[in-house]
């Protein structure tokens, strides 16, 4: 079971934040230090904080030039919040496919998705295990298209030594409380580029300058401000980063080694020089080897007293308002202003939805042990061996 995630640290740092006698982020000095402290751990020259990891991207969106009728490339296997602010400002999601075995996007199929209306794209690190983000920003270079990295799932996720979200030209972060570290809902955009950093503030706050103190109102922008309470905890949540990373890192090896002795069973495939924070762990059953399909396996796993679960569908036939082109009331906006539109559906993505048929999630987190991840190891392994020899029979 999770164990407790706050503590006197987020106490100390909620009561200095009332003592401010002022919660906005501007005029206190909580997100201030979020920021410094954020910017050492990554190594990015310029952070800016907002409400969620979603806005976040919103932000980071923004600030890299999306607009109506462009296209933004990203993963069919994400979050909700991957998509909200391609939609938003006008632009349409179009899905790379991905690798079977690691869940994450490649770059062979960013390459193929490219058209002269692609603007953008966001790369998930699914699960924190680190996509080909190298090769993917190689593809983008000398095309004018930027790249978003989306780490809502892999706090302290590496990749060659590097941190995530400092390879394209900006890395997203969720502090929401489902995530590695928490303050209940915050986001976080980390660039080197001072101008993206500037557009990227301008555009989770209303478009009130408040670095340049100009009066302008470059656009329109939403309200997507952090406040000096989030800021305090995600403070004291940072401090626990290092260690609660290293726990989950050494967990995920430790279940990887072991279901690859397991007959049917397909660890997720690691790059080489990636170093996974795995905010969870999704492995893909054989089902040509063992004769059955991921829900019966589940449920004979779950007999055995390890509970597993199904990930997310991929977005490109499951969320109505692509298929049906329904974002907003009233309107086939912005789908009726493009000059063509994906063929959202089945088929879109195939080794994405193979992907997902075949693919077992285990919600690994820090508080387990060696023992629970060889008792997992264990159980999948014997109802393996089971269905195999039974089909085999």
């Given amino acids: 079971m999770p164990g407790r995630r706050f503590g006197r640290e987020e106490l100390r740092q909620l009561k200095e934040a009332l003592e401010q006698n002022t919660l906005f982020y501007k005029h206190g000095k909580k997100t201030a230090l979020l920021c410094e402290k954020m910017s050492r751990l990554v190594g990015a020259g310029n952070v800016v904080p907002c409400s969620s990891g979603s806005a976040a991207i919103h932000g980071a969106v923004k600030a890299c030039g999306v607009g109506p009728a462009d296209e933004v490339i990203t993963a069919p296997i994400t979050d909700a919040g ?30 193929a998705r490219i058209t002269p209306r692609t603007r953008a794209v966001i790369v998930v690190h699914l699960m924190g295990n680190p996509a080909d983000v190298e090769g993917i920003v190689a ?32 890395g997203c972060f969720s502090l929401n409380d489902f995530k590695h570290i928490s303050c209940g809902e915050g986001g976080l955009i980390v660039t080197d580029d001072g101008d993206l950093a500037w ?34 905890v995600a403070i004291a949540q940072l401090g626990r980063l290092k260690g609660l990373v290293t726990k989950r890192n050494a967990l995920g090896a430790r279940l990887g080694k072991g279901l690859r002795k397991a007959p049917g069973i397909i660890p997720c495939k690691v790059l080489p020089g990636a170093w996974p924070s795995w905010w969870f762990y999704m492995f893909r059953i054989d089902t040509g080897v063992l004769g059955v399909d991921a829900d019966t396996f589940i449920k004979a796993v779950a007999a055995e007293g390890v509970p597993l679960e199904r990930y997310c569908e991929p977005v490109h036939y499951s969320y109505k308002y692509l298929v049906n082109q329904s974002a907003f009331n009233h309107s086939k906006w912005p789908f009726s202003s493009a000059k063509a539109v994906p063929p959202y559906g089945r088929g879109y993505c195939p080794s994405a939805e193979m992907a997902y048929e075949t693919g077992v999630r285990f919600k690994l987190n820090h508080w387990l042990g060696a023992r629970e991840i060889d008792d997992t190891v264990k159980a999948v392994s014997k109802v393996a061996a089971c269905f195999k020899s039974r089909k085999s029979g």
């Fill in 199 to 232: 557009r990227a503030a301008l555009s989770i706050d209303k478009c009130y300058d408040r670095v340049r103190n100009t009066r302008g109102m470059e656009f329109c922008a939403p309200n997507y401000r952090i406040t000096e309470l989030q800021s305090a």
């Fill in 139 to 170: 593809v983008c270079r000398g095309k004018g298209i930027k790249v978003i990295e989306d780490c809502a799932q892999a706090w302290g996720a590496k990749m060659n030594g590097r941190p995530l979200g400092t390879f394209g030209d900006c």
């Fill in 82 to 111: 991957t998509l909200l602010g391609i939609v938003y400002e006008g632009a349409i999601p179009v899905f790379a496919d991905v690798n079977t075995d690691s869940f994450n996007m490649t770059p062979a199929s960013v390459e």
